[in-house]
């Protein structure tokens, strides 16, 4: 039985892809969310971590790249679906190197999801055939990404969480909860950073943290 969680903020959208595996046998859906805070507090919440997260790019709060890099840390075993409306190259190129682990459109994307959510649980990346991509690029993005992932500027996994949430709209009492810790923990973790990086202030921080790869800035539209 692979388990699935669901962030999706368009609440019809989020009950059609809910309803689809809810009829299909092996699959299993055990959380949805409306938006990528919603869907860190429910996947905190969980006895059991879900195999896999199918995740919206585009919402309110803290978007689906944000959310990635913050579940590719917090989570590593968790593999991640993007889902999006669009077929550009730059949403397919962002949400790699987030972490994502494979990428369906939209629409009529019931007719892929079963082969999606089993490719990438057998460790292979699925992209949307839909996609204009071409080998060289993906391979690009993916060395891209791995570069990335090993520059971590010897930086712990609680600190590159807090540095991912950083770059959100959430204030530092708002990414203590998140991170279900006191509010002064965060300021140790920002002092703590600050010495490692070489910055001295939460904006700067943010800048070094999108600049190296660390972090997205989330879309709150």
């Known amino acids: 039985m692979i388990t699935i969680a669901l962030a999706e903020d368009h609440q019809p959208t989020l009950k059609r892809f809910a309803d689809h595996f809810k009829y299909k046998e092996g699959f299993k859906v055990v959380t949805e969310a409306v938006n990528g805070h919603d869907l860190i507090l429910k996947i905190n919440a969980l006895q059991q971590l879900p195999d896999i997260v199918l995740i919206d790019i585009n919402m309110p709060v803290i978007d689906g790249v944000a959310v990635t890099y913050y579940l590719k840390v917090h989570y590593p075993s968790v593999k991640l679906l993007a889902l999006s409306n669009y077929s550009d190259e730059d949403s397919l190129r962002t949400i790699l190197l987030s972490g994502a682990d494979g990428f369906v459109m939209k629409a009529l994307a019931e007719n892929v999801l079963a082969q999606a959510v089993t490719t990438v649980m057998n460790n292979t990346m699925f992209i949307d055939t839909r996609m204009e991509t071409n080998e060289q690029q993906l391979y690009f993005i993916l060395n891209k990404r791995k570069k990335r992932i090993e520059n971590d500027f010897g930086l712990t996994q609680r600190e590159k969480t807090f540095i991912i949430l950083n770059a959100t709209s959430h ?51």
């Open 171 to 221: 204030s530092y009492e708002q990414i203590a909860a998140t991170m279900l810790v006191e509010n002064k923990t965060i300021q140790t973790y920002f002092d703590r950073i600050s010495k490692k990086l070489n910055v001295h202030s939460r904006q700067s921080l943010t800048v070094f943290s999108i600049q190296n790869g660390l972090a997205a800035v989330a879309n709150y539209n």
